[in-house]
């Protein structure tokens, strides 16, 4: 059984920043092709960021400019940092991956993968 195991996020002033983290549990696969979503009450969930497997990004453009999506192949986990944030940033933020898939394997940016993180709340509000 596989697992993505998030951490970071929490409360933050409009401006400030945050990052999040997300790893696979174990030691089943790497982390190549990723993406970020959010997800507020009452709405569907959201793509925010993407990070292929052959180190392309895509954002979404409320976030473009201010959030980040990388990789650390070495410690097989990816991170977004959320830089100058702003209150309609809240949301619960959600990665998905499948450590399973190897490097060699390209797919759309907005391709959903079979694992998803517990979720991490991120509040911005001042």
């Known amino acids: 059984q596989v697992h993505l195991v998030q951490s970071g996020g929490g409360l933050a002033q409009p401006g400030e920043s945050l990052s999040l983290s997300c790893s696979p549990s174990?030691?089943?696969?790497?982390?190549?092709?990723m993406g970020w979503y959010r997800q507020v009450p009452g709405k569907e969930r959201e793509l925010v960021a993407a990070?292929?497997?052959?180190?392309?990004?895509w954002y979404a453009r409320p976030v473009k400019g201010r959030f980040t999506v990388s990789r650390d192949n070495g410690k097989n986990t990816a991170y977004l940092q959320m830089n100058n944030l702003k209150p309609e940033d809240t949301a619960v933020y959600y990665c998905?991956?499948?450590?399973?898939?190897?490097?060699?394997?390209?797919?759309?940016?907005?391709?959903?993968?079979?694992?998803w993180g517990q979720g991490t709340q991120v509040t911005v509000s001042s």
């Open positions: 174990g030691s089943i696969g790497t982390i190549n092709g």
């Open positions: 990070i292929s497997s052959e180190g392309s990004r």
């Open positions: 998905n991956a499948d450590p399973t898939i190897p490097s060699t394997v390209g797919l759309p940016f907005e391709y959903r993968y079979r694992y």
